[in-house]
């Protein structure tokens, strides 16, 4: 299976619509891959907070028509990472797109877990609810996001639906670069997974992003890694390896479920 990760750089100097109109033309260039993916909050950046409002989209805005069309266009599936998304309601969400190679919306993933404690996305969204996985040709994708990355009970949540390759977009900051690839590759190992964790580059709102986009195999092995800017990271992988390795070193098998907490 190939896979092409699209690390976009997010700087204020290029407008939303110029952005999605490049990065509409970088996924039809990758004709070929199985599978395409994008960062999160890559039109606005996930740290421009102000944004979010002035930019949020309903589910089918310009961001889904550009992606279903890119997505068909280029004949891939397309995890079009996220945008900030507005409810019918009024609730804006962190909502991950995927599409089909047909441009269908295969489904959409509403971030669990919102950064920024109390500021920033933590206060202007509002929080998914729902685990969401994806079933392709030859793997059972996982959908996480970002933050997301941190909470380790999300992802055996996911396996536990079947996911065998996890794929989280994010706009992750220069400054805990070091947390991201650790969590990436802990991801992987404790789940026995691929991780295809795909950040954004440039700086914006005053944060420089890491990039370093990363695919980790299910032995926690970094199988690519990109640099620090602009790059398109493209890894050819067996998904098969999920199951071989679960096989071979059983250890999701010895899960002990139910353990009493202590009272806090
Ligand atoms: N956009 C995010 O979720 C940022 C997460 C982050 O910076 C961290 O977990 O550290």
Redo the contacts with the bound molecule.
């Keep these: 299976m190939r896979a092409s990760l699209l690390q976009v750089a997010v700087n204020e100097d290029e407008s939303v619509e110029s952005r999605r109109r490049r990065v509409a033309a970088l996924v039809r260039d990758q004709a070929g891959a199985d599978l395409v993916v994008l960062p999160?909050?890559w039109t606005t950046g996930?740290?421009a907070y102000e944004g979010f409002g002035t930019e949020a989209e309903p589910l089918e805005g310009p961001t889904y028509e550009a992606m279903a069309k890119a997505a068909s266009e280029a004949g891939v599936w397309l995890h079009a990472g996220s945008v900030p998304e507005r409810d019918p309601g009024g609730t804006l969400y962190?909502t991950s797109l995927v599409f089909s190679p047909s441009g269908e919306l295969a489904a959409s993933y509403r971030?669990i877990?919102?950064?920024?404690f109390d500021k920033g996305?933590a206060v202007l969204m509002g929080a998914g609810e729902k685990l969401v996985t994806v079933r392709l040709p030859d793997t059972v994708m996982g959908v996480a996001?970002?933050?997301?990355?941190?909470f380790p009970e999300l992802f055996r949540g996911l396996v536990d639906a079947g996911a065998e390759t996890f794929v989280v977009p994010?706009?992750?900051?220069e400054r805990?670069r070091a947390?991201?690839t650790l969590?990436a590759r802990a991801r992987a190992v404790e789940n026995q997974a691929f991780v295809l964790a795909c950040g954004t580059a440039g700086t914006h709102a005053g944060v420089p992003q890491a990039g370093h986009s990363v695919v980790v195999d299910p032995w926690g092995e970094v199988l690519a890694e990109a640099g620090p800017g602009e790059e398109v990271l493209t890894v050819d992988f067996d998904p098969a390896t999920v199951a071989g390795t679960r096989d071979r070193f059983p250890a999701l098998k010895d899960r002990v479920l139910g353990l009493d907490r202590p009272r806090r």
């Design positions: 999160e909050l996930a740290f962190n971030k877990h919102r950064f920024g996305e996001t970002c933050y997301d990355l941190r994010a706009g992750w900051p805990r947390h991201w969590l």
